[in-house]
């Protein structure tokens, strides 16, 4: 059914925070999410010319980069995009075939193979590029928050996470319950002041980014000292020898 | 974004065949029309023509079009099965009308009503095509106020000059036939003007900064897409119209939608009941689909989709 799950207080809303803050733009978070899914609910994600000049495939979550701002205040910014898992996603009410569904449970959206008809509407909904179409299958694929990852009990319960954030070096992926106030996602939101992308747009995207913090520039404010101290004549604990010397050469 | 032809014959053909069974049903009910059961085969007979194979050559694009059938299950949420049920429901009245009309010679009372049927299910049709695209807010030159008259308005148009000429072929056409041709193209003309007008000047409340939220920092640009070749999205949404085109495809629409087939709509009844009015006015439907296939071409290739502002577009 492509009708959205009745909104519920308190309902658990499964996503994603992304810390601009930390990204180092070393893309291994899309990596290994083609690796995991590759093999997973959605497999295979196809890769067509893969070793030639034109190489194309589908990834469900792509690394941009942006340079924000002018002249010393500009930042460089990586830029992780996945689905965001929105709270009234059209590209789930415009599926003609109930392909495409959100869960009421967690709030993930996914797509079924089985009864996508591949009409790509769905693509042209989402305003974040998270649906690629798989032209070998002819079906739609997208971001599952690897929901054969999260409640798969052969994994340890540390490794019941997205693909993107267990691989992270950086700790910048962070994944929980956004539904809840008290999670530790939703706690770090708060902190930070994350926020969602294109607003406007009134997907209400479950997923949040943390801005990148203020850039350092006062002298000292990073805890090292403002500047090394400078170098003066040689002072009296000096030994005789390198007092003459520094005496001769200071001529 | 990309234009897939599949979906620019449908739009056009299925438009075209939807406007033609509206005005012929219309006309039947006002008895503007010969009542001959041939009649009904020079006007049904094409526009169902136009409508199935529009809908056929709407399912190519599709990745699996033999599941085809299960767009129509979704009608609480989504237009495109809407337009699916609209499309196969319309055909019962359609059914009705034209076996009872064709066979039978049978146009007046119920059948004229099955008619009108018909001809009620053909705007709700065009109208849900329309909301497809209206219902975008992905894409700014579709969503707005003038994507569902223009598409009613195309419709209306093409279908009414493939009324006039069947009734300039037939021999004796009512001048209302010719009348309503002109005007109908002469309103498209105007609803196409006022659409490319709002796209012109009107500007998405999305850019680079709502897209990533790091507008506070000031202008954002892309230093490093995501891989080095083209994607998917940017395959299908990124489609990229050099101006200069635009604004000459947008001439030969003037032109050929409108322009040539208003002109040869105005001549035909000078010569009515000769040959050479009914060649004009088959000339003007020859240029006012020719003209709907490229308006539909530049209604998607002008279209700027909001993923794009992810890849390098300053806007949407």
């Given at each position: 059914?492509?009708?959205?799950?009745?909104?519920?207080?308190?309902?658990?809303?499964?996503?994603?925070?992304?810390?601009?803050?930390?990204?180092?733009?070393?893309?291994?978070?899309?990596?290994?999410?083609?690796?995991?899914?590759?093999?997973?609910?959605?497999?295979?994600?196809?890769?067509?010319?893969?070793?030639?000049?034109?190489?194309?495939?589908?990834?469900?979550?792509?690394?941009?980069?942006?340079?924000?701002?002018?002249?010393?205040?500009?930042?460089?910014?990586?830029?992780?995009?996945?689905?965001?898992?929105?709270?009234?996603?059209?590209?789930?009410?415009?599926?003609?075939?109930?392909?495409?569904?959100?869960?009421?449970?967690?709030?993930?959206?996914?797509?079924?193979?089985?009864?996508?008809?591949?009409?790509?509407?769905?693509?042209?909904?989402?305003?974040?590029?998270?649906?690629?179409?798989?032209?070998?299958?002819?079906?739609?694929?997208?971001?599952?928050?690897?929901?054969?990852?999260?409640?798969?009990?052969?994994?340890?319960?540390?490794?019941?996470?997205?693909?993107?954030?267990?691989?992270?070096?950086?700790?910048?992926?962070?994944?929980?319950?956004?539904?809840?106030?008290?999670?530790?996602?939703?706690?770090?939101?708060?902190?930070?002041?994350?926020?969602?992308?294109?607003?406007?747009?009134?997907?209400?995207?479950?997923?949040?980014?943390?801005?990148?913090?203020?850039?350092?520039?006062?002298?000292?404010?990073?805890?090292?000292?403002?500047?090394?101290?400078?170098?003066?004549?040689?002072?009296?604990?000096?030994?005789?020898?390198?007092?003459?010397?520094?005496?001769?050469?200071?001529? | 974004?990309?234009?897939?032809?599949?979906?620019?014959?449908?739009?056009?053909?299925?438009?075209?065949?939807?406007?033609?069974?509206?005005?012929?049903?219309?006309?039947?009910?006002?008895?503007?029309?010969?009542?001959?059961?041939?009649?009904?085969?020079?006007?049904?007979?094409?526009?169902?023509?136009?409508?199935?194979?529009?809908?056929?050559?709407?399912?190519?694009?599709?990745?699996?079009?033999?599941?085809?059938?299960?767009?129509?299950?979704?009608w609480r949420s989504s237009w495109l099965s809407r337009e699916g049920i609209a499309a196969v429901l319309t055909f019962v009245p359609l059914a009705i009308f034209g076996v009872a009309w064709a066979f039978f010679g049978r146009?007046?009372?119920?059948?004229?009503?099955?008619?009108?049927?018909a001809a009620a299910g053909a705007v709700v049709t065009v109208f849900t095509t329309a909301m497809i695209y209206r219902s975008l807010r992905t894409i700014r030159r579709w969503h707005n106020r003038w994507v569902v008259p223009?598409?009613?308005?195309?419709?209306?148009?093409?279908?009414?000059?493939?009324?006039?000429?069947?009734?300039?072929?037939?021999?004796?056409?009512?001048?209302?036939?010719?009348?309503?041709?002109?005007?109908?193209?002469?309103?498209?003309?105007?609803?196409?003007?006022?659409?490319?007008?709002?796209?012109?000047?009107?500007?998405?409340?999305?850019?680079?900064?709502?897209?990533?939220?790091?507008?506070?920092?000031?202008?954002?640009?892309?230093?490093?897409?995501?891989?080095?070749?083209?994607?998917?999205?940017?395959?299908?949404?990124?489609?990229?119209?050099?101006?200069?085109?635009?604004?000459?495809?947008?001439?030969?629409?003037?032109?050929?939608?409108?322009?040539?087939?208003?002109?040869?709509?105005?001549?035909?009844?000078?010569?009515?009941?000769?040959?050479?009015?009914?060649?004009?006015?088959?000339?003007?439907?020859?240029?006012?689909?020719?003209?709907?296939?490229?308006?539909?071409?530049?209604?998607?290739?002008?279209?700027?989709?909001?993923?794009?502002?992810?890849?390098?577009?300053?806007?949407?």
């Open positions: 059914m492509t009708s959205l799950p009745a909104p519920v207080a308190g309902a658990k809303k499964l996503g994603l925070v992304i810390d601009l803050d930390t990204c180092v733009g070393c893309h291994a978070c899309a990596v290994n999410c083609k690796e995991w899914n590759t093999g997973g609910h959605s497999a295979p994600l196809p890769d067509f010319d893969p070793y030639g000049a034109n190489v194309s495939g589908v990834w469900f979550n792509r690394i941009h980069t942006f340079e924000a701002g002018e002249g010393p205040d500009s930042r460089t910014v990586h830029f992780p995009k996945s689905c965001l898992h929105c709270e009234t996603p059209a590209c789930v009410t415009v599926c003609p075939t109930g392909a495409s569904y959100k869960r009421a449970e967690d709030g993930i959206v996914l797509v079924n193979a089985d009864t996508c008809i591949g009409c790509k509407l769905c693509s042209w909904a989402c305003p974040y590029g998270a649906r690629e179409f798989d032209a070998d299958e002819g079906v739609m694929k997208k971001c599952t928050l690897c929901i054969d990852r999260i409640y798969n009990e052969n994994l340890d319960e540390a490794d019941r996470v997205p693909a993107c954030v267990s691989t992270c070096p950086a700790s910048a992926r962070h994944f929980g319950d956004l539904g809840d106030p008290n999670s530790d996602v939703s706690k770090l939101v708060e902190e930070r002041g994350g926020y969602a992308l294109m607003p406007e747009m009134e997907y209400a995207p479950v997923n949040r980014y943390l801005p990148p913090r203020p850039a350092k520039t006062a002298p000292g404010c990073t805890g090292a000292s403002a500047a090394l101290e400078r170098p003066t004549a040689a002072g009296d604990g000096t030994h005789p020898l390198l007092r003459w010397m520094d005496r001769l050469l200071s001529r | 974004m990309n234009p897939a032809f599949s979906v620019i014959f449908f739009t056009t053909a299925s438009g075209a065949g939807y406007g033609l069974l509206f005005l012929t049903a219309i006309a039947n009910a006002l008895g503007f029309i010969p009542s001959s059961g041939w009649f009904a085969v020079m006007t049904l007979g094409p526009a169902t023509a136009l409508i199935v194979s529009g809908l056929l050559a709407s399912t190519f694009h599709l990745g699996h079009p033999e599941r085809a059938w299960r767009a129509l299950s979704q146009t007046q009372g119920w059948y004229a009503i099955a008619g009108l049927a223009n598409y009613l308005a195309h419709a209306l148009s093409t279908g009414a000059v493939l009324l006039h000429a069947a009734a300039q072929a037939w021999g004796e056409p009512q001048a209302v036939v010719a009348v309503v041709a002109f005007a109908a193209v002469a309103f498209a003309a105007y609803v196409k003007d006022r659409y490319w007008k709002f796209i012109d000047t009107t500007k998405s409340g999305s850019t680079p900064e709502t897209a990533t939220g790091l507008g506070a920092r000031g202008k954002v640009r892309l230093l490093d897409p995501p891989h080095a070749t083209e994607n998917y999205l940017q395959q299908e949404m990124g489609y990229k119209l050099a101006r200069k085109h635009s604004e000459k495809l947008r001439t030969m629409v003037r032109w050929f939608a409108f322009g040539f087939p208003a002109a040869f709509t105005a001549t035909a009844p000078v010569f009515a009941g000769s040959l050479l009015g009914a060649a004009l006015s088959l000339l003007a439907v020859i240029f006012a689909i020719g003209g709907t296939l490229i308006e539909r071409w530049l209604f998607f290739a002008e279209a700027k989709h909001a993923v794009t502002l992810y890849y390098g577009a300053r806007e949407a």
